[in-house]
Nanobody, 113 residues
Framework: QVQLVESGGGLVQPGGSLRLSCAAS????????MGWYRQAPGIQRELVAV?????STNYADSVKGRFTISRDNAKVYLQMNGLKPEDTAVYYC?????????WGKGTLVTVSS
């Protein structure tokens, strides 16, 4: 079982920045990809950004140019700049290990004035 622990959520004003962190409980060599998803009330969980073991990245169109995903060993980060109210959601860390997918418990990001 892989454990993922997120941190860094909170309340921020529109236009502000936050950095989310996620630490995995296993070696990076076992992880094929790590990413961030988000879920707002009444909306299906959606991909925000993903980074593979080779360093390739992919972003949702809604966050391109504002969010940056990065990885350091078994940790993944999401730098969020230019936050908008529509970015408000619970953000979940995700890791793909072999053929299995694991999720963190989520961290709440609220963008409001």
């Amino acid at each position: 079982q892989v454990q993922l622990v997120e941190s860094g959520g909170g309340l921020v004003q529109p236009g502000g920045s936050l950095r989310l962190s996620c630490a995995a409980s296993i070696s990076m060599f076992s992880i094929r990809a790590m990413g961030w998803y988000r879920q707002a009330p009444g909306i299906q969980r959606e991909l925000v950004a993903v980074i593979t073991s080779g360093g390739s990245t992919n972003y949702a169109d809604s966050v391109k140019g504002r969010f940056t995903i990065s990885r350091d060993n078994a940790k993944v980060y999401l730098q969020m700049n230019g936050l908008k109210p529509e970015d408000t959601a619970v953000y979940y860390c995700n890791a793909v290990v072999d053929l299995m997918t694991f999720w963190g418990k989520g961290t709440l990001v609220t963008v409001s004035s």
